[in-house]
């Protein structure tokens, strides 16, 4: 089976979002209803019953009824106006985040096993061995074995990292040092761009940065690199917030299509992506085309 296999529009990340237009666009009417009801359906129950799950939800909810001693310093104005819609709005955006990130790092991980075919054997053989421990069944603790898999993913991700630079803003004065050997003062309130794909591919870090080589992050070769210059999903309190739901879904596809097919390169296939260097998000120029065979056995 040949297949294309891409993001339909992935010129969608380069609309600004503050446009309340380009957000009805983006979101159409009755998604944002759908989330709304089922946000408000959920919230009430839990409230009825004085459910107190320990999840995503209940922080939203938290958050609304009343910010905690900790948070005191922020805006109360802020937190008087979050409302429902703006819970839908959270709950929404972590969905989002969680399966578009996923699926693009699903492709994007097919499309290097396929242009390299040691590694997908390899990690064929490691997944193989798991699901006949589990006796077939695609578990969330099974697939956290998977040592090779992750590695694979987070080599993917270095590659192919779904937000190409973070914005942040200063919160303490740091001398950051310049290539002439200087050094140029940020100070508080600062705004600053730090560039993911950049750091992704420099050498210094990460030798032949082109080639995909999952061993980069073997334990051992992580422990030679700084730790924030890999930071596919953002670092510190701000990380993403569907990063684990999204690298679950990424590694369950893998699981699930490389247990029942080989994937291999065809005519169309590219041999290296390029991309728009001003997308927020990573998004190919080419068309990524894969040969999808029926494994017998």
Request: proline letters at 6%.
């Amino acid at each position: 089976m040949c297949w294309l296999v891409r993001t339909e529009n992935p010129h969608i990340y380069e609309t600004p979002l503050h446009d309340n237009k380009v957000e009805e666009w983006m979101t159409p009417v009755d998604v944002r209803k759908f989330f709304l009801r089922i946000l408000k359906d959920a919230s009430s129950y839990r409230l009825m019953n004085n459910i107190k799950e320990n999840d995503y939800l209940r922080l939203l909810i938290q958050l609304k009824e009343k910010y905690s001693e900790a948070n005191k310093n922020l805006n109360e104005i802020w937190f008087n106006k979050f409302t429902d819609e703006d819970i839908a709005a959270q709950a929404l955006t972590f969905f989002t985040d969680g399966y578009e990130t996923s699926a693009n790092a699903l492709i994007y991980t097919l499309y290097q096993l396929a242009l390299n075919p040691h590694v997908q054997e390899k990690l064929r053989d490691e997944i193989i061995a798991g699901l006949e421990y589990t006796k077939g069944e695609i578990t969330y603790e099974a697939i956290q074995e998977l040592k090779y898999l992750h590695m694979v993913c987070e080599e993917s991700l270095r590659k192919y990292p779904p937000i190409t630079y973070m914005n942040r803003i200063c919160t303490k004065p740091y001398d950051l040092p310049t290539v002439s050997g200087g050094t140029y003062r940020v100070e508080v309130g600062m705004s600053v761009v730090i560039p993911t794909l950049a750091l992704h591919h420099d050498p210094q870090y990460y030798p032949d940065p082109d080639r995909f080589n999952p061993d980069r992050f073997s334990e051992d070769n992580i422990q030679t690199r700084p730790k924030y210059v890999y930071f596919p999903f953002g670092g510190g309190p701000r990380i993403c917030l569907g990063m684990r739901f999204g690298e679950a879904l990424m590694k369950c596809g893998l699981v699930a299509i490389l247990s029942s097919y080989d994937v291999m390169k065809m005519e169309k296939t590219p041999t290296a992506l390029t991309h728009d260097p001003k997308a927020f998000f990573f998004a190919p120029n080419e068309e990524i085309w894969l040969d999808f065979k029926k494994r017998t056995s």
